[in-house]
């Protein structure tokens, strides 16, 4: 949790976040709680959710409210579902963070169209479909914050993961055009991109040492700190390499 006077910022804000029950998620959940910001979550999973609620109010107290709506974000029915779920729940939405992802491992023979379809519905489609929906209000309040979280993958090529790669580079390209798109009402976009993570995930990976990893938890500290940050300077493509010193 963030210690200085910026945490203030947060305090009563609305924050929309995917992926809520997943390693990085859960733990930018416990962040924005402790912040002192409203919460509304998504997964696909909702006995995950209410059990996630419930450790939320227990941690930040019944002052913070905490929503949450479960479905398949690889279907557009349920995205217009939980769009409208939050819209009634929260007058408006200041802080939107796109944290849902699927990283499929196949080689590119092996990738059907339905595995191509399924990883940009999920990892850019749903991204897109929930800015599309939140930033108008950000821009017409004169504050927002937008992060999706990419992947070292949006700057480089590794075998077998073809899809996922191409996935985060479109929603690099993605996040790049609607800062320059949204920042003149003051909506700051963020891509973030962790190298691997530890999380179930980053378990997937392949031919790297999974100890070596990057903590969850200080990725969900540092983005925390910086949507926090609210005058002249703006960092809004942030790369999280791995110190690896073995």
């Given at each position: ?75 557009v029915e ?44 999920i990892n ?65 976009t963020f ?56």
């Amino acid at each position: 949790m963030i210690k200085n006077s910026r945490a203030k910022i947060l305090e009563n804000k609305n924050c929309f976040l995917t992926g809520a029950t997943g390693g990085i998620g859960r733990c930018i959940a416990m962040q924005m709680a402790q912040g002192g910001c409203n919460l509304f979550l998504t997964s696909h999973d909702v006995a995950e959710l209410q059990k996630l609620k419930e450790e939320l109010q227990d941690t930040a107290g019944k002052e913070v409210k905490i929503f949450y709506e479960a479905g398949d974000l690889r279907k557009v029915e349920d995205v217009k579902r939980i769009i409208e779920k939050t819209e009634k729940e929260f007058k408006s939405v200041d802080i939107l963070i796109n944290c849902a992802g699927v990283f499929p491992v196949k080689s590119l023979q092996g990738s059907s169209l339905e595995d191509f379809e399924s990883c940009f519905q999920i990892n850019i489609r749903a991204p897109f479909l929930f800015c599309k929906a939140f930033a108008d209000d950000m821009a017409k309040n004169g504050w927002g914050r937008i992060v999706n979280i990419g992947s070292s993958s949006a700057y480089s090529g590794f075998k077998e993961t073809s899809l996922y790669c191409a996935s985060k580079h479109a929603l690099l390209g993605f996040s790049r055009s609607l800062h320059s798109e949204l920042k003149e009402h003051n909506v700051r976009t963020f891509c973030i991109s962790p190298g691997s993570v530890k999380t179930e995930m980053g378990k997937l990976v392949k031919n790297q040492i999974f100890e070596t990893f990057i903590d969850p938890e200080e990725i969900a500290e540092y983005i925390v700190f910086l949507i926090s940050f609210d005058k002249e300077m703006v960092s809004e493509e942030i790369r999280l390499n791995r110190m690896i010193t073995q």
